[in-house]
């Protein structure tokens, strides 16, 4: 086991981290990587599965800190490849937040490129047709999940709101708003916890029934789900300045800080059993809350921000001292233990590209970068 001593050296795991960015960009090439298991080795998922912009996020950011061009050319073409698949059948849905944002919008914001902008652009449109007016809410799937509604699309709204800053057209905005106000009152409990799915009448827009999805129970606490909301009712707030959001995100943080188990690092639900000593754990839960954590702290004055940053540093102090794959250099991944669906026994201690993303983010993020992806 790893460890870095008790004082916390941002700028020296920032190092390690980059040497590790740079391995995993000689070896995952041009895949586009979801999941690796006990060989380290990512696979290569179809473009339009949700995951699919945080390999190119990654690049983005290893861009941005150090200049290198090596990590601008690695990352360039994945939004002309994802636009090009969505001009084709695709399965693309409520997730082009996640695709767009770490991809087109991005390179746009580093670059410059208006092609990046022009297809972020095109993806807010997308995801603002998914609006459904009488129950305000972002459709999530597609098929005939017409109704429903899942706390993931949190993280998605920063696409809506960067979409009304560059266009000037307030409505994408707008639909952000409302679908953040729906998440307050149909989502986040009073406690803290967070359902994953609500499904509503797609016609009337009345609250139909609220399901487990990739939590134990439609009354458990999700861990990656809490970490979305935490992250998304941030991002919100500083996109709208609006009080309700803020005032939700600690809600949902305190409820995730008082979950954790003794090292930080959440197990995948956090009421999934009596007895949590056993369930696996959700490695990306710890790395999306850390980095909403980091989010929460610059949004509030210095004194009670603080408190946040550092729950955000002891969270990714255990992530790099006990989950990564800092001594293997032949794994393709750094962070393992990830959760991805433990319902339906998908991907259960594995290593998921979106923990990788959002470990490598905070770190940056403590390390002064300041050009935001979400
Ligand atoms: N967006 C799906 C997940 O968090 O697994």
Redesign the pocket.
Known sequence: MQTVGKGWDAAAIWERTLKKVSLMNAAIGGKSPHVAREDGKYDDLRIDW?TSGFWPGILWIAYDMTGEERYKDAAWSWDERMEQHMLRPNSFDH?VG?QFLPTAVIKHRLTGDEDGERRGLFAANFLAGRFNLNGKFIRAWNSDMHGWSII?TAMNLSLLYWASQRSGDPRFGQIATAHADTVLRHFIREDGSVRHIVCFDPNTGLFDEALGG?GYAPDSGWS??TA?ALYGMANTFRYTADRAYLRAAQRVAHYFLASLPEDSVPHWDFRSAEQLEGEPRDSSAGAIAASGLLELAELLPAKEGAVYRRAAERILQSLHDNYATWDDDGSEALLLHGT??KPAGQNVDVSLI?GDYFFIEAIAKLNGWKHRIF
Request: hydrophobic share 25%; no cysteine.
């Open positions: 949700w997730d996640f993931d990739q990656r789900g979305w991805g669906h979106y």
